[in-house]
């Protein structure tokens, strides 16, 4: 019956327009009760809370040539009625057809690595773009816009993690590394305290064997200080009474190869028979002379004074030549 008689109930949420013969009233009804002509005019309602319009899943390649399925929420509202329902037929249609192409060039201007890691950044950019043709001529104001999901391709997906694998694996190197690094640096201080006082390595080397026969073993080893074999090489070498050569000594006799002793014969020397050259084939003195006759024995060289301490070749080996 109120509506009849023209009485209208506006929401808190909503604003009205009336149209008057088809001419939009200036001005919004605000909302509670409201009074129109019910024979001339009509009453718009217009939503004014927030809407949340999910953006359809958009297939685009990005900056770095991958082929990517991004997905993302809208959220808008309306802030001038008039605007949206004059200036515009279906505003929900309208955004979300904005907000489809806007997502493809915006992940065509977008690197893979930003889409995945600066969201933010991706996020603010996206909004700008669809704010700013929905604002002024359509009344609607885009409060934010979130990227949703970002679908790679499965060989994509094998090689990042590939490559964080890889990277998980350079740092646990280098932390290893490093812990090594700093365990040496101890145990060098640690030699030095043990090295200043002898007893200290005694005792840690009876903390070990404690360490070791604490877990029930039937074996025990018992480690020989390096120290006590020294020794033992030290006692061995001068009860022998003999020295080691030094380094000195090794240089000077190194370059020296030891001769052979070559054996000196020893009686007198067995006579060979004397052969002779038939006279029919004797030219010469030269050849008359015996085949095997005893040559002149040639005096030995001068011995120099450098080769002494060399064995001397024995004389018995200038003997008769055949």
Known sequence: MAGMFGFKIIAQYEQGVVF????????????????????????RKVNMQIIAATVPGQEAISRDNVTLRVDAVVYYRVVDPLKAIINVQDYTYAVSQVAQTSLRSVIGQSTMDQLLSERDHVNAHLKDVIDAPTEQPWGIRVERVEVKDVSLPESMKRSMSRQAEAERERRARVISADGEYQASKKLAQAAAVMAADPAALQLRLLQTVVEVAAEKNSTLVMPVPVELLRFFDRTAAAGTGQARPSAEDAEDTGDLLPVPQVPVLEGPVPEVPVLTVPASQATGAAQSAPINATRKREPLPERDPGSAGKPAVPAGIHGAGV
């Open 20 to 43: 008057r013969w088809g001419r939009a009233l200036p001005g919004v009804r605000e909302p509670g009760l409201t009074w129109v002509n019910p024979f001339t005019d009509r009453l």
